[in-house]
């Protein structure tokens, strides 16, 4: 059971959640959050054919002029997990697909059809070349081949090579390598002969997404943000997460790599040797729009002297941001995943994850998943809560002898507490204790809040009701909007918010009184779980069930423990600690009790002299 100091510790949790909700969460989208993406809101015009002038093609392209008309070839490269399109207009990537993903709005209609991550029509990658005659955008320059692409086996690897071939052996070299399973596309730069053409200036290259939706909430979508990693020692940082408006920042330190995160999907462009050497870093949101909901920017200058020292070695990144997956792709590539606060970060990484791995080559299903984690966590916090419920137990042994305190002494709120406080140090007991349990599980709460919106194994699994764990499950829509909740009704919120209170009035019969408290601890057991209801009703619906069914645990475990606990024991206990610490020896007192006696000691010594001091200002 709960006593002041638990439900304290529980609003101050609380208290953090809404925190976190008005400041970092994303608001929910008063305009129709569920709206399925409107192909007439467009806000980039895909790119169409246009008649080329061959003579200014030719002499905007300066030395390269021989490659600036052409006919494009495009040729694919696939393995088990991703099908890449390339294209020999810049020798570049066209098209990614990730085979075994597919969007909200393709899951919803049961059409199975491949995401797509990257599309020329909507992003774009583009390579500047300095020359002396001006920079030369390699994407307006037509590459020969002679790959014929396919699918690639598994443990095999294959290649697709672009090659702008000039006078005198100078060439442009773009090659391409897939292995035969995974989201890594090796990307190698060669440049031969150009130093006559070259200036010694950065290569510049342009990295444009704009990000279309792939889960059901727009607005949780528009929270997509640009990573990077700062080389120097390894830092990771990102641009702020807000579904609204325009972040930016310049970076003139080298970078590793440079991310674009999409919810539950990654861009990267990854330096193998030589690391980028400086960067601005760009995401707007577009409010208005459901198809290109966000647009994503870098624009990086690369080492020209390493690229022709034979160090152009590079790598995309092209799939699902899980951890599992990307965190040896490249140092500090992981923390992509946002899987917790920094200080709680040891709990996920090194508990939830490794228990997630497991209990998921057991159950198929995630909601039976989630019943499993909860009792492994439940039962490996048991102690814990017995501690507390014996601490409680205390307290309310005690609650008779407070009551006569309170009726001694009158409504004096400070006297109270100060008689409260002594009483605890002459029996040996410390309110802390109740409290110390639930601090202690503290971590655990906050880790479980982290992790659930950003874990990519909830993605599209159906448990009852909810078609997909990882967003909120919704049994109403609502024809008006309410602020904070939204427009639609989560059920599995609405148990998890009813289980809360049902805790809280098991607590408030078992709970005794708190004498001198200006807060009524035992109606804010009602009040905060409906807080968290409008907290949690835009969360993924497997975080509210894991809540709902952790309340239900327990509860059962109060209950369970409440039939071992020997009251009349713990009674005995108290009684003999009073006479040993009366007595000045026996029983050591706790830290506690030590601290409280000081206090009181400091306390009665204050009184004494306040008189005297109150005495002398009436007489001036």
């Known amino acids: 059971m709960m006593d002041k100091n638990q439900i304290t510790g ?15 969460a994303p608001k929910i989208d008063p305009e129709k959050p569920q709206e399925k993406p409107k192909t007439t809101q467009t806000t980039v015009t895909p790119q169409k054919v246009a008649i080329i002038d061959s003579n200014a093609a030719k002499t905007a392209a300066g030395d390269f ?87 690639v086996a598994e443990g095999k690897s294959d290649k697709v090579v672009f090659k702008l071939q000039l006078a005198n052996g100078q060439s442009v070299e773009q090659t391409y390598t897939l292995a035969g399973a995974g989201f890594l596309v090796d990307n190698d730069l060669k440049l031969t002969g ?48 807000s579904p609204t408006g325009s972040n930016d920042a310049k970076l003139d330190q080298p970078l590793k790599w440079v991310a674009f995160k999409k919810k539950y999907f990654l861009s990267s462009f990854i330096t ?17 729009d459901s198809v290109n909901i966000k647009t994503l920017r870098a624009n990086m200058e690369l080492n020209l002297a390493g690229i022709k020292a034979g160090k152009g070695n590079f790598q995309w990144y092209f799939g699902p941001n899980d951890y599992n997956i990307i965190k040896d792709v490249a140092p500090g590539f992981g923390k992509n995943v946002k899987l917790s606060y920094d200080i709680f970060l040891p709990i996920t990484r090194y508990v939830f994850v490794p228990l997630f791995n497991v209990l998921e080559k057991v159950f198929s299903n995630y909601g039976l998943l989630i019943i499993a984690l909860v009792l492994i966590i439940k039962f490996a916090l048991l102690p814990l809560t017995y501690k507390s419920y014996v601490s409680m137990a205390k307290m309310r042994i005690l609650q008779p002898e407070l009551n006569a305190l309170k009726e001694k002494i009158g409504d004096d709120p400070a006297k109270q507490q100060q008689a409260q ?27 479980v809040f982290m992790l659930f919106p950003n874990l990519i194994n909830l993605r599209q699994q159906s448990f009852l009701w909810a078609n997909d764990l990882s967003t909120f499950d919704s049994i109403a829509t609502l024809p008006f909007s309410i602020p904070l909740y939204g427009n639609h009704v989560s059920l599995f919120t609405l148990l998890m918010t009813v289980s809360s209170i049902a ?27 409906v807080i968290f209801m409008f907290v949690m009703n835009s969360l993924p619906a497997g975080m509210s069930f894991y809540y709902f069914i952790s309340n239900i645990v327990t509860i059962g475990q109060q209950i369970g423990i409440r039939k071992f606990v020997d009251e009349d024991k713990i009674k005995n206990i108290l009684d003999d600690n009073r006479k040993k610490i009366a007595a000045g020896g026996g029983a050591k007192k706790s830290r506690f009790s030590e601290y409280i006696s000081k206090q009181m000691k400091a306390v009665e010594e204050a009184q004494k002299v306040q008189p005297v001091v109150d005495t002398k200002k009436k007489k001036k």
């Open 272 to 288: 193998k040797n030589d690391p980028i050497l400086k960067a601005e870093v760009v995401g707007t949101a577009n409010e208005q």
């Open 503 to 529: 805790y809280g009035y098991y607590n408030n019969q078992n709970t005794p009184d708190q004498t001198g408290q200006p807060i009524d601890m035992k109606k804010m057991a009602y009040i905060t779980p």
């Open 65 to 151: 002029s021989s490659a600036a008309v052409g006919t494009s070839k495009d040729v694919v490269l696939e393995n088990k997990d991703i099908k890449v399109t390339f294209t020999s207009q810049g020798g570049r990537v066209k098209e990614v697909l990730l085979k075994n993903y597919e969007t909200y709005n393709s899951f919803e209609a049961s059409k199975k059809e491949p995401l797509i991550i990257f599309d020329q029509d909507f992003d774009e990658i583009s390579l500047d070349l300095p020359t002396t005659k001006g920079n030369i955008d390699l994407n307006k320059l037509y590459f020969n081949t002679n790959s014929v692409g396919g699918m």
């Open 421 to 447: 406080m002594k009483l605890y140090g002459e029996v040996g007991v410390s309110p802390l204790s109740g409290c110390v349990p639930v601090v202690a599980t503290m971590p655990v709460l906050m880790a």
């Open 10 to 24: 529980l609003v101050l949790i609380m208290a953090m959640l809404l925190g976190y909700q008005f400041f970092f």
């Open 194 to 241: 150009l130093d006559g053409i070259l200036k010694n200036e950065s290569v510049k290259m342009n990295w444009v997404e704009n990000v279309r939706p792939t889960e059901k909430d727009l607005t949780e979508n528009r929270k997509a943000t640009v990573n990077y990693l700062i080389n120097d020692g390894e830092n990771f940082d990102q641009l702020s997460e």
